[in-house]
């Protein structure tokens, strides 16, 4: 049983020996859909490539592997939502690799935690996000994962802290999750008395947040002097904040694209600020 929490509506009862010989035929289905990712050099942040894995996992076990939900769960988001979704999650991905919001490894279990949220297929969703976060994390030239190197889809503790994982996630330790639905942190859910030289890791989308709020609650001098003790990640955020300052005005979000314009723009001064800060 993969998906940890529950059964699929339309399982049908099976007696014990019934179970482990469907166990044993959907770990070798699994093992070969493995082999074929791992078997050249694949981009797993395509959305038929997350089908295609599913199908190459399951499909020679079950006729709906590959396909992406059609019913609702207790577990996921509405079905009709999923394309959506995932197409989200994947260009989120892309997004995070490019401007370096998180190191290679976060990157990788945040791809998993959202796809076990979104839960896009009937079942076998845990071993397929598992794998795709295998798979990103070795196209950023990481290892593979050991998830606790044990069988999670048997009872026990390592299955239990990975359940307990999931739900931290859940519960505000990473994103914000509500409903099955998951999303960044708004400018004004940010901690007021944030400080970059406490944090041990830095992510770009929240340095560009609290430069954003700070420029617009207390002006140019105050955030220079943050940008002074944000460093070098400062510059990424001023890229971010153009990228999305002009994704704003193509959607048509005009008061959100003015704070990422008005940052942009403030820039220059606030260069000189900081500069002048950090020679006196």
């Known amino acids: 049983m993969d998906d940890l929490f529950d059964q699929p509506d339309e399982a049908t009862p099976l007696t014990p020996e019934e179970q482990r010989e469907l166990n ?15 078997g050249r050099r694949r981009d797993p942040l395509i959305e038929r490539f997350v089908t295609d894995l599913h199908k190459r996992m399951l499909g020679d076990v079950w006729r709906w592997a590959g396909k992406l939900r ?39 279990v945040r791809l998993h935690h959202r796809l076990v949220q ?36 048997a009872a026990g503790e390592v299955r239990g802290r990975y359940v307990a994982a999931l739900k931290a996630a859940d519960n505000h330790d990473i994103l914000h999750s509500r409903a099955g639905k998951v999303r960044l942190l708004r400018r004004e859910e940010l901690p007021e008395d944030w400080d970059p ?13 609290h430069l954003i ?10 955030t220079a002097n943050l940008k002074s003790k944000i460093g070098g990640m400062a510059e990424i955020a001023r890229d971010l904040a153009y990228r999305l300052y002009t994704l704003c005005e193509r959607k048509g979000w005009a008061e959100e694209a003015g704070y990422y314009n008005s940052l942009v723009v403030a820039w ?6 900081a500069f002048e800060l950090s020679g006196s």
């Not at 059609?70 to 260009?91: C, K, T, V």
């Not at 297929?121 to 593979?144: C, Q, S, W, Y």
């Not at 030289?197 to 947040?209: C, F, H, I, K």
Request: zero cysteines.
């Open 24 to 38: 044993e035929a959907e770990q070798e289905n699994i093992v070969r859909g493995r082999e074929w990712a791992l």
């Open 70 to 108: 059609r019913s609702e769960r207790n577990l996921g988001i509405p079905f009709y939502e999923i394309p959506a979704a995932l197409r989200q999650l994947l260009d989120e991905a892309k997004a995070w690799i490019e401007y370096k919001s998180y190191a290679p490894d976060e990157i990788a």
């Open 118 to 153: 979104i839960h896009p297929f009937p079942n076998g969703n845990g071993r397929h996000a598992r794998l795709m976060a295998d798979l990103l994390i070795m196209r950023l030239g990481g290892e593979r994962f050991s998830w606790g190197s044990a069988h999670l889809q």
């Open 197 to 209: 030289s406490a944090v041990g890791r830095l992510t770009v989308w929240e340095v560009t947040q």
């Open 213 to 222: 709020r700070s420029l617009d609650q207390k002006g140019e001098k105050e």
């Open 268 to 273: 220059p001064s606030m260069a000189s600020e």
